[in-house]
């Protein structure tokens, strides 16, 4: 396959119906989402492993391989999306592994304490929110763990700068026996560098030193017209 090819073949991949290849106004790079039940296996699993005969323990950890976004993709914000159906919130813990770079985030642990009985987590968790997830009504019993908050151990900007290419990881524990749950759903919210702000990410960029728009390529070598 010629380089001229290849290209093509990445921005067709690229473009699949759950990502954005197109720059908000306003914005230099682009925004590109990821869902489990587009890309991943494990998008429901058993939490932990084997319930309800074990109630506590790991969940089989669900993985997501993304599409290759090219060898110049870049992250440059993430933020993740979360449901998981528990009968002990205070029971979960939640961990966010990127497997090629081995980058990985403890994103809640045991929120509110071990007391903590309230049912359930649905959330999105973005370093820009106003409140910490364990300071906020998933951390209390009689609330609904629901809304956008920071990570509870650290932040997501420790994957910025990654090629997020590859598989990534979902792992879940239930530290205590007694309840047990499940996934419901996961999914990533990424953001693209586009370093010449043409609306098309670097990875499938074909010039990325010069912005073009409409990917124009009149000698058909691969590489963009400037």
Do not use: Y
């Not at 969940?59 to 391989?65: D, F, G, I, N």
């Not at 979360?82 to 994103?107: A, Y």
């Not at 499938?204 to 124009?216: F, L, R, Y």
């Amino acid at each position: 396959m010629n380089r001229s090819s290849s290209k093509n073949l990445l921005r067709s991949i690229v473009s699949l119906a759950v990502i954005t290849l197109t720059a908000q106004p306003g914005f230099a790079d682009v925004p590109a989402t990821f869902t489990c039940a587009a890309f991943g296996s494990g998008c429901t699993n058993a939490i932990p492993a084997n319930a309800p005969g074990t109630t506590n323990g790991p969940m089989a950890p669900s993985l997501m391989p993304l599409p290759n976004l090219g060898t110049l993709a870049s992250l440059t914000d993430l933020n993740i999306s979360v449901k998981i159906n528990h009968t002990w919130r205070g029971d979960v813990r939640v961990f966010l592994f990127h497997m090629p770079t081995g980058v990985q985030l403890e994103l809640l642990s045991d929120i509110g304490g071990s007391n903590n009985d309230a049912n359930d987590i649905d959330v999105t968790l973005d370093d820009e929110a106003a409140a910490n997830i364990s300071a906020g009504p998933c951390a209390a019993t009689n609330m609904a763990c629901t809304g956008t908050f920071r990570p509870e151990n650290g932040p997501l900007s420790i994957f910025d700068g990654i090629n997020p290419s590859g598989t990534w990881q979902l792992s879940i524990i239930d530290a205590s026996s007694g309840d047990f749950g499940s996934l419901v759903s996961w999914s990533l919210q990424m953001t693209l560098r586009d370093s010449d702000s043409d609306g098309i990410a670097d990875g499938p960029d074909n010039c990325n030193a010069v912005a073009n728009a409409s990917q124009s390529d009149v000698e058909g070598d691969g590489i963009g017209d400037a």
